[in-house]
């Protein structure tokens, strides 16, 4: 069972793939012939849920529907028969329709649930194609339909979650390395431990053996004396070796803690590195950046205290009891059989306060979202002059988040007072046991003894507080775990072959060989695209948005590997490179130019640390950038913001153009780098690019048709296929022609 | 079941359900198949309602079907009830907390379920009273009355109600 399949057994509740018996029927009646893609109809005629299942073959398609347990009606028609798919989408259930002859009935009706529309898409997108006369064909039915149900989830979580032992071993794994430093920090927790239990011990022997016999005269006084400052010293040395063993087990255990905190963000950050883009499209930047800072630091909690708090206190609380009943027992009982009651009171009154704060949560998320729309939004807010309203509702959400903390704030401040109450009480019928016996009623009691219980008693709380709270400690550690282990376990799709080749130099040819591109295994967003660039071409990527060209530039870089056919560089398959070198011959200059928390400087250097100080300048007078970045208040050294957002986006690009020219790429891609500017700005970096695509293939993305007129051949990339390509000339010179069409659109509108 | 259908005071089209789930809006005699989308899903789902064609391109946008001759009102209440169909919970059985994900188990008024949605996102309520759930794969889930649902139901949505 893959882990798509997983999920859909785990959390969907539904079946994981087509029943066999019903997918061997069905090929039998196509003539053994296989099923290729299938969905489940979860919804029947009257919108109730219940299984129905859409199979698609070759040459038929059959819609099987229950009749009893295990037993189905299937009924297949052939694809040929099929003239139109219709989807009519609505709030949660969708229909789909496949249309014979325009007024015959439906050869089928099938409704179900979104979760089930990826399945039909994919259906749709097969038997669509099939109907412009284009043939796919899914090989792996079982695998797509997995996918389509259980990405939702996966999105959302990605790994199913494991079992939270074997989440928590896996955790202490990180801890081996450091065994030396474990051992020495756990040594020292027990010592405190152990050191802990004997002065309470020493209180009652004094009291009975020393103090006792010498006021009895069973004892010499002098005799006596020196025992009592001997036990007094020893006491004292206790406390010492205790409070050093502490400091040891505090200082080990929250370096250990950070270092495993340290090993777990470097590992991750290094895995995200090499992550391919598929996985950062899946996943919000916010999230990931919470795994490598908060998340690690929860660990670093987990490992630093959580780990020998918890085990210690278990040790603690049966050495307690195992004390308190050797040195009596009937007193012991009382002590200890509270014990199991009051942890679970802790874990219940932790249990209802985690509704609360789930409620909490929610108040806090509305406060937040008003903070979250008003604040960006604040020329709106008084441009409608809204600002009363505006503070009124921030109002009602304050109060209303207030009330809940204040709430939680009446449990807790409540619960813990009565716990100790509780524990007193136990305390107050230890005494009123013990008082009659102290004075000669009933088994005898020492003063001793009872003393030491009573010191014992004392340690008690502690150790119970934190085992009522075992379980809340971990499962936010497990849950901590999981987000950064499952970053940790994702694989990158692009990777390297065992021995890649390093093209020294890339000299630029770019060739594409019938090469097909889907991000989901089925619906393709290039279909079979072939073309051969030549070393220092530049060629212009038009078309519809939508059609193709982005993912063409994406398969150019290897953000992704193409799904069919093949790309090459210098004639090598790009699969069979050496990625990083081959990206270091690449550059980019995209339509929303990135520039890092930095100097202006750190920036242009970003591809090439070791570049001079003057090719910096060189490289930023070819960007047309050099005159402004003078301007700056402290030149190259200026800071620019988190995002360059004290730069204009015409000066933030030519930054990167310059980034681009100091890289010195062999392959460079233009994505709608002039699309966001002003027409002087655009001029400006118009003339910029010309001097940085001298010499190199260029591929540029332009919507505006007239900034590609130089273009050694343009590229009219349309639903996924090579529609034209040509010359700006020989393009226009077609009558009919798509490139045509966008350019005479254009000049129209302006 | 064809019926004629004043809109806005000067156009005049024909509705017509096929009976397996299709609208055909007629306009100047000829069959466009139509889709069915209310502006107003929650507000007001019975008006405003907009006919949009293959292309989802509006064909008509009928502001009050209580206008409409009994049959096309009819035709068009069928495909109201199908566009904004929604699951209807009548019981919470469960709600669990893992990573990332919150899991639910529901019985609704179209048969058991489970779904999932994501730990900060929280159910909707909604002008007409009520919640409104979204989950992961899209789905909504629509609990008209929490208030007056189970004792073990209410319980575990307490943390989720006002």
Partial sequence: ?750 | MTHALELEGETEITLRSSGDGRLFAIVGGEAVAVRLRQCFPWSEPNRHLSLRDEDDEEVALVEDPASLAPESRHALEQAVAEAGFVLEVTRVLSIEEEVEIRQWKVETRQGPRSFQTHLDDWPRTLPMGGLLIRDVGGDLYLLAAPGEMDRRSKELLWAFVD
């Fill in chain 1, 1 to 750: 069972m893959n882990q798509d399949q997983e999920i859909i057994s785990r959390y969907i509740g539904q079946p994981a793939r087509l029943p066999a018996e019903l997918r061997a029927r069905i090929e039998r009646e196509w003539g053994n012939q296989p099923v290729q893609l299938y969905a489940l109809a979860d919804l029947d005629h009257g919108l109730r849920l219940h299984e129905s299942w859409l199979a698609l073959g070759p040459r038929h398609v059959a819609l099987a529907r229950p009749v009893t347990e295990g037993t189905w009606t299937v009924h297949s028609v052939e694809r040929s028969r099929i003239h139109a798919v219709q989807e009519a989408p609505g709030l949660s259930a969708n229909t789909l329709l496949l249309l014979g002859m325009p007024d015959d009935p439906p050869l089928a009706v099938v409704r179900y649930t979104q979760r089930q529309r990826g399945a039909f898409e994919n259906i749709r997108f097969v038997l669509d194609e099939a109907l412009e006369g284009r043939t796919v064909e899914p090989t792996d039915a079982d695998r797509v339909y997995a996918d389509a149900v259980a990405r939702p989830v996966r999105d959302a979580q990605a790994l199913v979650a494991g079992r939270q032992a074997a989440v928590i071993l896996r955790l202490l794994g990180y801890l081996t390395r450091y065994r030396r430093e474990l051992t020495l920090g756990l040594t020292a927790a027990a010592i405190v431990t152990l050191a802990s239990l004997v002065p309470p011990y020493l209180a009652g022997y004094l009291i009975d053996d020393v103090v006792r016999k010498a006021n009895e005269g069973t004892m010499a006084r002098g005799a006596a004396a020196t025992i009592a400052w001997i036990a007094v010293g020893v006491m004292a040395a206790l406390y010492v070796i205790r409070q050093v063993a502490a400091h040891v087990r505090l200082r080990l255990m929250s370096v250990i803690g950070e270092w495993v905190a340290r090993d777990l963000r470097a590992e991750l950050y290094e895995h995200i590195q090499r992550l391919s883009l598929s996985f950062f499209s899946r996943k919000k930047t916010g999230s990931l950046i919470t795994r490598v800072t908060s998340d690690t630091d929860r660990l670093w909690d987990f490992v630093a205290f959580g780990v020998v708090d918890v085990s210690l206190s278990l040790v603690m609380l049966l050495g307690l009891g195992v004390v308190l009943l050797s040195l009596d027992w009937r007193l012991g009982l009382v002590m200890t059989l509270p014990v199991p009651v009051l942890c679970w009171l802790i874990y219940r009154h932790g249990e209802s306060l985690n509704s609360r704060f789930i409620r909490a949560w929610r108040k806090w998320s509305r406060v937040t979202d008003v903070l979250s729309d008003t604040i960006p939004g604040i020329r709106v807010v008084k441009a409608f002059n809204q600002e009363t309203r505006e503070i009124a509702r921030f109002e009602v959400r304050n109060d209303d988040v207030t009330d809940e903390a204040n709430e939680i704030h009446r449990m807790w401040t409540t619960f813990w007072p009565l716990l100790m109450l509780a524990v007193h009480t136990t305390t107050v019928l230890v005494w009123v046991l013990a008082m009659p016996r102290l004075l000669g009623e009933g088994a005898p009691l020492s003063a001793g003894v009872f003393v030491s219980f009573l010191l014992y008693t004392t340690m008690f709380v502690g150790p119970i507080e934190i085992i009522g709270q075992m379980a809340r400690t971990i499962n936010r550690a497990t849950s901590s775990a999981h987000r950064v282990f499952e970053v940790l376990d994702s694989e990158p799709e692009v990777r390297d072959v065992p021995q890649p080749v390093r093209l020294t130099p890339v000299r630029g040819r770019v060739t594409f060989e019938n090469v097909t591109f889907a991000y989901d295994g089925v619906r393709q967003i290039l279909k079979g695209i072939s073309f051969d660039v030549h070393a220092g071409e530049l060629i212009g990527l038009v078309g519809p948005s939508g059609g193709g060209k982005s993912t063409v530039v994406n398969l150019i870089a290897r953000f992704y590997d193409a799904t069919g056919g093949s790309v090459r560089i210098d004639g090598v398959n790009i699969r069979t490179l050496d990625t990083g070198h081959y990206r270091q011959q690449l550059g980019m200059v995209l339509q929303d130019p990135y520039l890092f928390h930095g100097t202006v400087l750190e920036n242009i250097r970003y591809g090439l640390q070791s570049a001079s100080l003057g090719a910096v300048v060189t490289a930023a007078k070819a960007a047309n950038a050099h005159d402004f970045i003078c301007k700056l208040g402290q030149g190259y050294d200026t800071v620019v913001g988190e995002r360059g957002h004290t730069l204009s986006g015409g000066e933030r690009q030519r930054i990167s153009i310059a980034r681009a020219i100091l890289h010195d790429p062999r392959i460079l891609i233009l994505d709608e780098a002039t699309s966001s500017v002003d027409t002087e700005t655009e001029r400006e970096i118009q003339e910029a690019l010309e001097r940085l695509i001298a010499g190199r293939t260029v591929f540029a993305i332009a919507h505006r048709l007239s900034t590609l007129r130089r273009a050694s051949r343009l590229f009219v990339i349309e639903e996924g296929r090579l529609a034209e390509s040509g010359t700006h000339r020989e393009l226009l010179a077609k009558h009919d022609g798509i490139y045509r069409r966008l350019y005479e659109l254009q000049l129209q509108l302006q």
